[in-house]
């Protein structure tokens, strides 16, 4: 947030850089602070200072001041604004860039690396053994299903990914020891999950969910990673959740790629890319 204000300030009128350079000299007090005190010590007008609010993309001074006690006391981008009807485009920009930041550096402050080294040692496992790697999930969860089987395969594991209901509850039926099923879910609530889930653990699966804390899948697998967001799931189709998970399926492919040792696996990838150059033009 206070880069984005440092960036902006060549371009903002005169009077409104006198308030920005007050906010990045002290945000804390900023943040505390009365308008009449604020509008005092940057020698310009109370409007002024709520002008300056607005051209940054808050809806005023106390939306303002809000994110920045957050994002000073975190450490992080505090933002999470939804997109309203009459933001304009370069609004929108802003939000969803700044919401999906927000989220990313967030989560690398709060991942649990000893759950993340726990599901990485299980598909490591299934991976070195034959055994079988499964991604489910419906809706937007269902596209990064197909998207962590893509990255996943390129491996050489065995490996497919299911978004539709029926086909998980039958897939789940076949799993046994040793194989792994990836659940990914932004509400954690979907019935359908839920029921591969439990089939896949009394075959004795190894069931790993990406789903947010506290919903009743992240408490019904073996591994839970936690993919925690302010980012409401009943008005808009998920875009910073979204995000997060295949950053996440990111990181579990490319700690398995590592840890699967580059003798075993560059012969695989250069095949793999001298196959594929007779689809490209030169």
Known sequence: MLDRIKACLPSLAPAEQRVGKLVLSDPRSFAKLPISELSDRAHVSKPTVVRFCRSMGYDGLSDFKLKLAGSVSEGVPFI???????????????KVIDNTVSAFLKYRNDASTFAIGKAVEALLQACQTGKRIEFIGVGNSGIVAQDAQHKFFRLGVNTIAYSDGHMQVMSASLLRPGDCLVVISNSGRTRDLMDATDIARKNNATVIVITASGSPLASAGDIHLSADHPEGYDRYSPMVSRLLHLMIIDILATTVALRLGGQQLQPLLQDMKNNLRSKRYA
């Open 80 to 94: 999470h604004r939804s997109v309203d009807t009459d933001d304009k485009v370069g609004d929108v920009v802003v």
